[in-house]
């Protein structure tokens, strides 16, 4: 009885780990990894790829990373979408980044300057618009209504492309606006008239189109006289250098073009 009691355990060992091996390699669930483990491989190997870009692209940028992923597989790309001018600071101090897109030359000669990048090409420009909540409370109906202290106006702080472009909007018309709030990004003044903090703000026309049905966006003839040429350029010291040339060959490409066409931006 003994014997054949050890003979059975002999058989049914071997059995018991050959089916849990195999339990580990099945399709019904994703295999475990140790962290001595290589990263998944698909195309050559699991990559990163990172953009630093102006936060007026971020939606442009979205679906354009969509398409780059889908066209290599097995990579991914990640953003930080901000403040130009932030986005540069983080750059020269040090932040990894492969791509740099931003929404006026002066924050891209930040970059250019530390020589961190070779020659960024311009490949759009954007104009500002006067954006009020869909009721427009204040009745704001074109540039001088803003100075009217009556009305709440947020701007862009002056130090990022944004303000700066609305700083040069103003002084062609010769107006004086005293704006209750200065927000970092452009996306942070549109939200002030989104949620009814503010009466009007100057945004790009990009960002009004972006948030149709909630805001109205008033065009103005001295918007012209303060357009943004935004230049993208990939960093000299890009960890992943050529899928960061192969991003910027997207954004430069008729399809990237049609992109950010359709969501209002202008051909260089």
Excluded at 26 to 43: C, F, H, I, R, V
Aim: glycine share 8%.
């Amino acid at each position: 009885m003994a014997f054949r009691r050890l003979t059975r355990w002999a058989i049914a060992l071997p059995v018991a780990l050959a089916l849990a091996g195999l339990s580990g390699c099945g399709s019904g669930g994703p295999a475990a990894t140790s962290a001595s483990d290589p990263a998944p491989a698909a195309s050559g190997g699991a990559e990163e790829l990172t953009v630093f870009a102006a936060a007026s692209l971020t939606g442009t940028f979205t679906e354009l990373g969509r398409t780059f992923e889908a066209a290599h597989p097995g990579t991914t790309v990640r953003f930080n979408f901000g403040s130009s001018s932030t986005l540069a600071q983080q750059i020269t101090q040090g932040a990894p980044a492969d791509v740099f897109a931003a929404a006026s030359p002066a924050t891209m000669k930040t970059v250019t300057d530390a020589s961190m990048a070779g020659s960024p090409v311009t490949f759009v420009r954007n104009k500002l618009q006067i954006v009020v909540p869909k009721d427009n409370p204040a009745r704001v109906d074109e540039l001088k209504d803003l100075a009217d202290r009556k009305v709440k106006v947020a701007l862009c702080a002056e130090q990022v492309p944004c303000g700066a472009a609305a700083v040069k909007a103003l002084d062609a018309a010769g107006l004086k606006v005293t704006p209750v709030t200065l927000e970092q990004d452009v996306k942070a003044t549109l939200t002030k008239v989104e949620l009814g903090e503010v009466d009007a703000a100057l945004v790009y026309r990009t960002d009004v189109i972006a948030a149709a049905g909630k805001v109205t966006g008033i065009a103005f003839p001295q918007a012209d006289q303060a357009v943004n040429d935004y230049p993208i350029v990939a960093l000299t010291d890009a960890p992943a250098g050529e899928l960061a040339r192969r991003f910027v060959d997207l954004v430069l490409s008729p399809q990237g073009r049609d992109v950010l066409t359709r969501a209002g931006f202008e051909a260089p």
